[in-house]
């Protein structure tokens, strides 16, 4: 994502925020992975790997790996009491059912009406989509967590995507290195700026029709 | 050939199992991001020279684990998977038209796989509807909701990885090492098993059997993983 | 009504568990043949007179055992199964036109419950081509192979009996009283498991875990089974 | 089906015949429950339960039955050295897979082309298909045992089945208290005529055309 890692800690740690007790959530790779970390350890949590794993665990001490007990991404993890193994169809059918509450991933492009656009640069990339569809169509909450705008300082929350969907109207929340929104019905609202960005600077950097906040926060 | 091989004592040599891999072939194995795919038989296939293949998996691995390994070594001629991210090689030789890619988003090709496993011809399903997955597939309306029609997929060969093997071919696998393997495994006409260990007969708790031995044609010793991780 | 129940303790009174099953439901449950149907649950709902039930399972049980129960005392409007043969209520009943039976394969009803229970819309399979079982249904063809569409079945309430259970919903069964349960409990809004003991959350081997606590919403203590078997 | 225990074991006695040493079996209700005790100890056979077993082994002695372990037909088992327990989907995916290499099974109606008739009979009884589609339709080899004739005396080896139909061209073989017949591409063959009935009485009480085989044997 090219940001240094107070940064990338800095929006996992909001993200944390939204995950509320007897919860259960899905973390893709990247910034969403340390998500976890910022977890108060009084919430109680189940993290779902749609490799086949409910209930995962912090990361394992170094040496202490095992090759066999990974997250999707192919990262060692460790498990939680309570936890549970299957294969990646009954994976699927979990999130597919509608049990994942949250789901937290990146994003190359999201519209304003919450459009989401991960998995293939035409021309460039098309690394494919892997879970992102089921994860984006189905998951009852869907936080992207990304960069505002691209390398070429172009805003990635745009009108409309460019680039092809993974799910269409999925996305309920964007949370930014400069902001926090949310997709709603009366259109993509800005709730919250991260200092030290100005609500004229997130303006400025997106291209969607962002409205602002009754109560805009500034986050240190 | 399915008939020449025992019913009752699976366990064979890496060579025996490697002759039903053959050029040309479809050949599906199990394993996420290289987790769970069998390394001896890879190696096996790679010794072998097997080429053209068509491979159907969860993904390519990485350049040098798991699949990616053939995938590399261009011993591969299409590939049905849900993504190649993690295999630059895969994307490049795609881009170069040397590799045929066909993407399937992860639960369907896990219920494509699983479908072709248990004898059904497809399943329908709504994800991926108003994106470029729904290109070229049937539509299918149900009580006014839209779905689209994926079609089971088996193979000639199917090669999975697990913990523990029966000679009958009972098989339990190893925490998120289990991943596609159950399902792939149902899938091959002829399904081979490397695995950690071979226990007698019985051994197994019949209640924990993830693979029943019906499924599975042969069962090989591993010689052990011969890659190193992405996070080694 | 989901949202009240906790999700980290789910084990509660027979009474607070029924509650979440009211005249004119659809109701899908475990068992084969009465084996895995939870008689306790069964009672509950007796007790409690819920009528215009839709039951949905493989079967009708006896007339005095299992689902059979409420069969025999006309507390069902329908029944969606693979066979009624074993309860000659049900077919009485049929006959006078009290009871309203829709038949599918038993393998397909398995997988239509599936698909409910994983958020599939259906399956296509060619089970009955050629025979009654096609009326109704859609076509497809693949391949130039005629299948049949099948539509996913799903319920506002699943009732489901396990051997083992811990706070958490994880659930483990007891040989073939296994039978439809793992899928009806995934089938289910509401997901009521009947067990036989209720142990610590930790002391269930995560491998060997048939039901991930994600699909159940209530655990009950079942105070055993309250009816002779046929073989008895 | 009307007959007596030593005609019904007859019967079953000859069905395993049929069964070979490593395939895979799956046994209906009624007389074909009895087959399993006809087949000698040094072969070994997996037989296949569509609630969910593979290996089942002898019925329990009195007093030893699990209530949680019985065969499709609800009546108590036990399991040999090797056998699984899986759900019912699961169970009929071997099924339909095709890896039943034999299935035997009752009959309402046999036609001489194959075609089963098993599960209704139209204004009387209504039981439900139960898995008997999918057995006759997929198992490699279907064999039925029977009566020759319905309790008027009629045939229920027919030209063309009346009833409605479980599978069409599936059954391989029908053994009834009478004879032995084969499904051929050829039509249907008299194979073996058991005693004290004749190859006259067979084609008599046989309303399908029945052909009689290059050797009949007589089975005592």
Same mark, same amino acid.
């Not at chain 2, 199992?17 to 790679?46: H, K, N, R, S």
């Given at each position: 994502?090219?940001?240094?890692?107070?940064?990338?800690?800095?929006?996992?740690?909001?993200?944390?925020?939204?995950?509320?007790?007897?919860?259960?959530?899905?973390?893709?790779?990247?910034?969403?992975?340390?998500?976890?970390?910022?977890?108060?350890?009084?919430?109680?949590?189940?993290?779902?790997?749609?490799? !086949?794993?409910?209930?995962?665990?912090?990361?394992?001490?170094?040496?202490? =790996?095992?090759?066999?007990?990974?997250?999707?991404?192919?990262?060692?993890?460790?498990?939680?009491?309570?936890?549970?193994?299957?294969?990646?169809?009954?994976?699927? !059918?979990?999130?597919?059912?509608?049990?994942?509450?949250?789901?937290?991933?990146?994003?190359?492009?999201?519209?304003?009406?919450?459009?989401?656009?991960?998995?293939?640069?035409?021309?460039?990339?098309?690394?494919?989509?892997?879970?992102?569809? =089921?994860?984006?169509?189905?998951?009852?909450?869907?936080?992207?967590?990304?960069?505002?705008?691209?390398?070429? !300082?172009?805003?990635?929350?745009?009108?409309?995507?460019?680039?092809?969907?993974?799910?269409?109207?999925?996305?309920?929340?964007?949370?930014?290195?400069?902001?926090?929104?949310?997709?709603?019905?009366?259109?993509?609202?800005?709730?919250?700026?991260?200092?030290?960005?100005?609500?004229?600077?997130?303006?400025?950097?997106? =291209?969607?029709?962002?409205?602002?906040?009754?109560?805009?926060?500034?986050?240190? | 050939?399915?008939? $020449?091989?025992?019913?009752?004592?699976? $366990?064979? &040599?890496? /060579?025996?199992?490697? /002759?039903?891999?053959?050029?040309?072939?479809?050949?599906?194995? *199990?394993?996420?991001?290289?987790?769970?795919?069998?390394?001896?038989?890879?190696?096996?296939?790679?010794?072998?020279? $097997?080429?053209?293949?068509?491979?159907? *998996?969860?993904?390519?691995?990485?350049?040098?684990?798991?699949?990616? #390994?053939?995938?590399?070594?261009?011993?591969? #001629?299409?590939?049905?998977?849900?993504?190649?991210?993690?295999?630059?090689? +895969?994307?490049?030789?795609?881009?170069?038209?040397?590799? /045929? $890619?066909?993407?399937?988003?992860?639960? &369907?090709?896990?219920? #494509?796989? #699983? +479908?072709?496993?248990?004898?059904?011809?497809?399943?329908?399903?709504?994800?991926?509807? *108003?994106?470029?997955?729904?290109?070229?597939?049937?539509?299918?309306?149900?009580?006014?909701?839209?779905?689209?029609?994926?079609?089971?997929?088996?193979? /000639?060969?199917?090669?999975?990885?697990?913990?523990?093997?029966?000679?009958?071919?009972?098989?339990?696998?190893?925490?998120?090492?289990?991943?596609?393997?159950?399902?792939? +495994?149902?899938?091959?006409?002829?399904?081979? +098993?490397?695995?950690?260990?071979?226990?007698?007969?019985?051994?197994?708790?019949?209640?924990?059997?993830?693979?029943?031995?019906?499924?599975?044609?042969?069962?090989?010793?591993?010689?052990?993983?011969? @890659?190193? @991780?992405? @996070?080694?």
């Amino acid at each position: 994502m090219g940001m240094g890692v107070a940064v990338r800690n800095r929006i996992a740690k909001r993200a944390a925020k939204e995950i509320h007790d007897g919860l259960i959530v899905n973390l893709g790779i990247g910034i969403p992975t340390l998500v976890a970390d910022h977890v108060p350890p009084d919430i109680h949590v189940l993290f779902h790997a749609e490799n !086949g794993v409910l209930g995962t665990g912090p990361s394992p001490n170094q040496g202490e =790996e095992d090759p066999a007990l990974c997250n999707a991404g192919g990262l060692p993890i460790t498990t939680v009491m309570g936890a549970s193994y299957f294969d990646s169809a009954a994976a699927f !059918g979990m999130i597919r059912r509608g049990y994942i509450d949250i789901t937290i991933l990146g994003a190359l492009e999201v519209s304003e009406t919450g459009d989401l656009a991960n998995w293939i640069v035409p021309g460039k990339r098309v690394p494919g989509m892997g879970g992102a569809m =089921e994860l984006a169509q189905k998951a009852k909450k869907v936080i992207v967590l990304m960069n505002h705008v691209n390398k070429k !300082g172009e805003s990635k929350i745009v009108k409309t995507c460019s680039l092809p969907l993974t799910a269409k109207q999925s996305v309920d929340m964007i949370i930014t290195e400069m902001a926090v929104m949310e997709v709603t019905k009366e259109g993509l609202i800005l709730k919250e700026v991260m200092a030290p960005y100005t609500v004229e600077d997130v303006m400025a950097h997106t =291209e969607a029709t962002l409205k602002i906040g009754a109560t805009v926060h500034s986050i240190e | 050939m399915r008939q $020449v091989i025992s019913k009752k004592n699976k $366990v064979v &040599t890496l /060579e025996e199992a490697i /002759e039903y891999i053959t050029d040309g072939c479809t050949l599906m194995y *199990g394993g996420f991001g290289g987790v769970g795919t069998p390394p001896t038989l890879i190696q096996g296939i790679l010794d072998k020279g $097997v080429k053209d293949l068509t491979l159907i *998996g969860n993904d390519t691995g990485f350049p040098d684990i798991g699949i990616g #390994r053939l995938v590399t070594l261009e011993r591969a #001629r299409k590939v049905i998977a849900s993504h190649i991210g993690s295999n630059p090689n +895969a994307g490049r030789l795609m881009t170069e038209g040397r590799l /045929e $890619v066909e993407f399937s988003p992860q639960g &369907t090709l896990a219920e #494509r796989v #699983r +479908a072709g496993g248990v004898g059904l011809g497809g399943i329908f399903v709504d994800v991926g509807i *108003g994106t470029i997955a729904e290109e070229g597939k049937n539509n299918i309306i149900i009580d006014g909701k839209a779905y689209l029609a994926e079609t089971a997929l088996t193979a /000639e060969v199917s090669i999975v990885y697990a913990k523990k093997a029966d000679p009958l071919g009972n098989l339990v696998y190893d925490k998120t090492a289990r991943n596609f393997n159950p399902l792939v +495994a149902m899938a091959g006409a002829i399904t081979i +098993a490397e695995v950690e260990e071979i226990v007698p007969v019985g051994a197994l708790d019949p209640e924990c059997i993830a693979t029943p031995g019906i499924y599975v044609d042969m069962v090989i010793p591993t010689k052990g993983v011969n @890659w190193k @991780w992405a @996070w080694e």
